[in-house]
């Protein structure tokens, strides 16, 4: 099946700085990669996907890259706002299992 | 409903009695997925239904655990004769299709085994 790695674990950044977390994935035949924000005590929501027929996506100050070869892809915030603190999750899917998430980076974004 | 529902949003059980936890997915969703989630910690999977097809049970971390789906909608996970270490929040989402779909969390069930 597939496995996702996720880093870093947590990442400490200046308000108004930018913050890029890194996902791997295994399996070569995922081709969809989504993003999940999750704030404290609240259910996860999807924040930006991307599918593997594009190498990037951008919506707002948030933007997410795909690198197929290598099987890893980033989620990039610019400008970082206190309300950006929060749990982010990666995922890949779309192979024959479902989605399989990463371990998830707990963002703190320091005023 | 609008969105998913999961009942009950809190359970207090002593170890060794079963629970069962119930999702209730959007409308019309095909997918269907159980998580479980510990203080702190990441999403870890538990079961995939999507549509008529087999489920994948290869997250279930034991024989006690075990979940159904009836007519392609609501499901149920069952925990037997529970223990402190299955204590967690325990996530259903739901999407449209196979696992390409935007996933639509319900707001959880805490379970706390004492």
């Known amino acids: 099946g597939e496995n996702v790695e996720q880093h870093p674990s947590t990442l400490s950044v200046q308000e108004g700085d930018s913050a890029v977390i890194k996902c791997t994935y295994s399996?070569?035949?995922?081709?969809?990669f989504p993003w999940y924000k999750q704030e404290l005590g609240k259910r996860p929501q999807l924040i930006i996907d991307?599918?593997?027929?594009?190498g990037e996506k951008k919506d707002q100050r948030i933007a997410v890259t795909l690198n197929k070869t290598a099987k890893h892809f980033s989620l990039h915030i610019t400008e970082t706002q206190p309300e950006d603190s929060a749990v982010y999750f990666c995922?890949?899917?779309?192979?024959?299992?479902?989605?399989?998430f990463g371990k998830g980076t707990h963002l703190i974004i320091q005023p | 409903g609008a969105g998913v529902s999961q009942s009950p949003s809190n359970k207090v059980t002593e170890k060794g009695k079963d629970v069962e936890l119930r999702c209730d997915p959007i409308?019309?969703?095909?997918?269907l997925y159980w998580y479980r989630q510990s203080l702190g910690q990441g999403l870890e999977f538990l079961i995939y239904?999507?549509?008529?097809?087999?489920?994948?049970k290869s997250g279930l971390p034991s024989d006690r655990f075990s979940a159904e789906r009836t007519g392609g909608s609501v499901s149920t996970l069952t925990i037997q004769r529970t223990q402190q270490e299955d204590s967690a929040v325990y996530l259903c989402?739901?999407?449209?299709?196979?696992?390409?779909?935007?996933?639509?969390f319900g707001e959880g069930s805490r379970l706390t085994v004492l």
């Open positions: 989402a739901s999407s449209r299709g196979r696992s390409t779909g935007e996933l639509f």
């Open positions: 239904f999507q549509g008529n097809s087999a489920p994948d």
């Open positions: 409308s019309g969703h095909t997918a």
């Open positions: 399996d070569s035949a995922s081709n969809y």
């Open positions: 991307i599918r593997s027929n594009v």
């Open positions: 995922a890949a899917g779309g192979g024959a299992d479902g989605l399989t």
